[in-house]
């Protein structure tokens, strides 16, 4: 590559992230809860982020990728709170032994239902009526699984795997997502990434066939599908080089420039979706049209019924 290239390829790539990282005006406060369902014996862990003086405010309920906790993605919530978006990161309570899918889609059902009530507690309002659903790895697919049965107004996949326990084949604890995706016929983002398939250590952390594209393909529209080129399956979190449990999965070829351009589809998708906000979504258009001209990404696109 020729020093002239080399240069616009850094502009350009240096573009990109000062785009990406730009925070809204809201000023972000921070509540961290426990919340306790006694019907089931269970209690979820939430750290929500929101941006004060919005009340009631749109939220997003994120949940994160098998044996990681929602503070492992803070700067999702952050981001998206500074641009009047509340966003709950949520922990589960999670068994490396005896895992459990389906509990853990009610424990997301429960927090998208009692949330409102536990926060007005402390001030702080959000908006039934304006909820998305984001998650990565695992939290994509109980996502989804939350989306076939509750009213929300976006999901978002960030390369979701719906899958179980290697081996073990157990409908119940392990409920299939594309069983159900032809209910969720709310607007879809799934975002996936390249290396994901890649196998490292004996197998991929998204294997092909339970892969972002199988939810595209089985869910009704609309829905908006982006391959991410270089990307690995753990570039979402803040901190894709967090030792042992990181270095499970083939690693991306720059994950902060993955994640700040994932965090600002999703804003875009978000706003258009959650706020009635066209300007975002046609803007989103336009990103993605640049971004697959510039061979980051391929996008494949439907709409719904």
Known sequence: MSKRKTVLLILGLMGVLALAAERGTFAVGELSLSIQDTARGRRVEVLLLYPQGQNPAPFVLFSPGFLFSGPAYRSWGEFFASHSLATALVSYAYSLFN?????????LRFVL???PKEVSRYGVLLD?????????????????LVAAE?????????????????GVVDPMRFPSAASVLNRVTTPVLLIGAEYGERVR????????????????????????????????????????????LCNVCWPGADPTATRLMTQEYALLFLRGNLLGDEEALQS????????EEAGRIRVREKSGG
């Open 99 to 107: 895992p459990d899918h389906r509990a853990w889609a009610e424990d």
């Open 201 to 244: 250590f004996g197998m991929p952390c998204a294997p092909s066939d339970a892969n972002f594209q199988r939810f595209f393909e089985a869910t009704p529209g609309p829905a908006l599908e982006v391959l991410q080129l270089g990307a690995g399956h753990l570039d979402y979190l803040d901190n894709p080089d967090c030792g042992f």
């Open 113 to 115: 239902d009692s949330l």
């Open 150 to 166: 509750r009213e929300v107004q976006a999901v978002i996949g960030l390369d979701p795997v719906d899958s179980g326990a290697p």
């Open 128 to 144: 039934p009526s304006s909820v998305a659903l984001i998650g990565h790895s695992l939290g994509g697919k109980l996502s989804f």
């Open 284 to 291: 989103l258009q336009k990103r993605l049209s640049q971004d």
